[in-house]
């Protein structure tokens, strides 16, 4: 059976999620196999996922082929970009070493489990359908953002042990390049505490490298601009501010450091899809709905 909520899947069968490789490829997907044996490839490398493993597939990549056994049963959770923003970016925003463990699924999209860590997943998948079944619970669409935002930490603290206990023998051969290394500085610098910077050229010149080279780099490892995580992180900012302080909106712009406050609704609007006011008048008007 398969449950949506917002840009948000959910699968008990991995063919439910209907969808061409291209749609698919804009969602971070979780697939956790319950029983049985999968074959699939992805990105062009060959992996196989058995009983208690799971398969974490970041956006901009494909699944391409896959074979099962007769037996094969796994849960499937697929988060859109509309999701991601607007519910778990705070919970990547505020960790530190998120794209390390980003860095990491890439090289290792497959990766074992424990008992403990299978029954909290399983826990978390099973609460959250119910509630995305359920249209008449109260509270509903906050609900279903809590347990999605407490999920999402409890997968960044499982990779956080699968990291620790990576010792396998190609190790050396999955250590960040010099590309990577610029990567993890230019993200370093995108989530220090309080930054407000929009501009290209002033993470360039603390990396002491061209915006284009860094542009470059960006583009080739994560298949976006430079321009694209800076606004995400702005973006994310500004609407942590709306949603959950009762500042103004000339003073958000202030903590913004924008020139002015027109200057701040034309970047709003551009990167939210419209005005300061209607961002934060839609959010109450979901809060009354919920």
């Given at each position: 059976?398969i449950?949506?909520f917002?840009?948000?899947?959910?699968a008990?069968?991995?063919d439910?999620?209907?969808?061409?490789?291209?749609?698919?490829s804009?969602?971070?997907?979780?697939?956790?196999?319950?029983?049985?044996?999968?074959q699939l490839?992805?990105?062009?490398?060959?992996?196989?996922?058995?009983?208690?493993?799971?398969?974490?597939?970041?956006p901009?990549?494909?699944?391409?082929h896959?074979?099962r056994?007769?037996?094969?049963?796994?849960?499937?959770?697929?988060?859109?970009?509309?999701f991601?923003?607007?519910?778990?970016?705070?919970?990547?925003?505020?960790?530190?070493?998120w794209?390390?463990?980003a860095?990491?699924?890439?090289?290792?999209?497959?990766?074992?489990v424990?008992?403990?860590?299978?029954?909290?997943?399983?826990a978390?998948?099973?609460?959250i359908t119910?509630?995305?079944?359920?249209?008449?619970?109260p509270?509903?669409?906050?609900?279903?953002?809590?347990?999605a935002?407490?999920?999402?930490?409890?997968i960044?603290?499982?990779?956080?042990?699968a990291?620790?206990?990576?010792?396998?023998?190609?190790?050396?051969?999955?250590?960040?390049?010099?590309?990577?290394h610029?990567?993890?500085?230019?993200?370093?610098?995108?989530?220090?505490?309080?930054?407000?910077?929009?501009?290209?050229?002033?993470?360039?010149?603390?990396?002491l490298?061209?915006?284009?080279?860094?542009?470059?780099?960006?583009?080739?490892?994560?298949?976006?601009?430079?321009?694209?995580?800076?606004?995400?992180?702005?973006?994310?900012?500004?609407?942590h501010?709306?949603?959950?302080?009762?500042?103004?909106?000339?003073?958000?712009?202030?903590?913004?450091?924008?020139?002015?406050?027109?200057f701040?609704?034309?970047y709003?609007?551009?990167?939210?899809?419209?005005?300061?006011?209607?961002?934060?008048?839609?959010?109450?008007?979901?809060a009354?709905?919920?």
């Amino acid at each position: 059976m398969i449950r949506t909520f917002s840009d948000m899947i959910l699968a008990d069968n991995l063919d439910e999620v209907n969808g061409s490789p291209e749609q698919m490829s804009e969602y971070l997907i979780l697939l956790y196999c319950e029983q049985g044996e999968l074959q699939l490839t992805l990105d062009n490398t060959q992996y196989t996922m058995h009983p208690g493993n799971i398969l974490m597939c970041m956006p901009q990549s494909l699944i391409g082929h896959y074979l099962r056994t007769p037996d094969f049963q796994a849960k499937v959770l697929a988060v859109g970009k509309h999701f991601f923003d607007n519910v778990l970016s705070d919970c990547f925003e505020i960790e530190p070493n998120w794209w390390q463990k980003a860095q990491f699924v890439r090289n290792h999209p497959v990766w074992t489990v424990s008992d403990y860590q299978t029954r909290l997943i399983q826990a978390y998948y099973q609460l959250i359908t119910v509630y995305a079944e359920d249209e008449a619970t109260p509270y509903r669409q906050r609900i279903i953002r809590a347990m999605a935002q407490a999920a999402a930490y409890e997968i960044l603290a499982i990779l956080e042990q699968a990291i620790v206990k990576d010792t396998s023998p190609d190790t050396a051969n999955t250590m960040p390049g010099a590309k990577d290394h610029i990567l993890l500085q230019f993200m370093q610098l995108l989530n220090r505490p309080g930054n407000t910077q929009r501009d290209v050229q002033s993470y360039a010149h603390q990396l002491l490298i061209s915006p284009k080279y860094l542009t470059a780099v960006c583009k080739e490892k994560t298949n976006r601009t430079a321009s694209d995580w800076i606004n995400q992180i702005i973006s994310g900012h500004i609407r942590h501010y709306l949603t959950y302080t009762r500042l103004s909106i000339k003073e958000i712009a202030y903590q913004m450091d924008f020139p002015d406050v027109s200057f701040f609704c034309k970047y709003t609007r551009k990167h939210l899809g419209c005005s300061p006011m209607d961002y934060r008048r839609m959010v109450k008007q979901d809060a009354f709905n919920s």
